[in-house]
């Protein structure tokens, strides 16, 4: 396994909530990102951070309540959620990249995938 998600779960609208990502082997350092999908959607963007931690990047839908961190000694990232809305719903994948192109956003381009966490949040 070479990235392993954790830390999902059913919350409520406003809740909080920290999910992790440990990377291993091959997905290991890496600029690294969170993506959502939710059912009968695509896989989107939620949140992008490099290898070092010094820069990050968010969708515009979560700017302001999601925050993304990354703790590299223990090879994990994190994606802390706060005041979370129905529409937060979805699976949430972590994923390596390993060659930055100029963009976080294309799915494509990740080269690791972890296997998803469930994140439902109830009105």
């Known amino acids: 396994v070479q990235l392993q998600a954790s830390g999902g779960g059913l919350v409520q609208a406003g809740d909080s909530l920290r999910i992790s990502c440990v990377a291993s082997?091959?997905?290991?350092?890496?600029?690294k990102g969170w993506f959502r999908q939710a059912p009968g959607k695509e896989r989107d963007l939620v949140a992008a951070?490099?290898?070092?931690?010094?820069?990050?990047h968010y969708a515009d839908s979560v700017k302001g309540r999601f925050t993304i961190s990354r703790d590299n000694a223990k090879n994990t990232i994190y994606l802390q959620m706060n005041n979370l809305k129905p529409d937060d719903t979805g699976v949430y994948f972590c994923?390596?990249?390993?060659?930055?192109?100029?963009?976080?956003?294309?799915?494509?381009?990740?080269?690791?995938w972890g296997q998803g966490t469930l994140v439902t949040v109830s009105s």
């Open positions: 082997g091959r997905a290991s350092g890496y600029a």
């Open positions: 994923a390596s990249l390993t060659v930055y192109s100029g963009t976080y956003y294309d799915p494509g381009l990740y080269q690791y």
């Open positions: 951070i490099d290898w070092s931690g010094g820069r990050t």
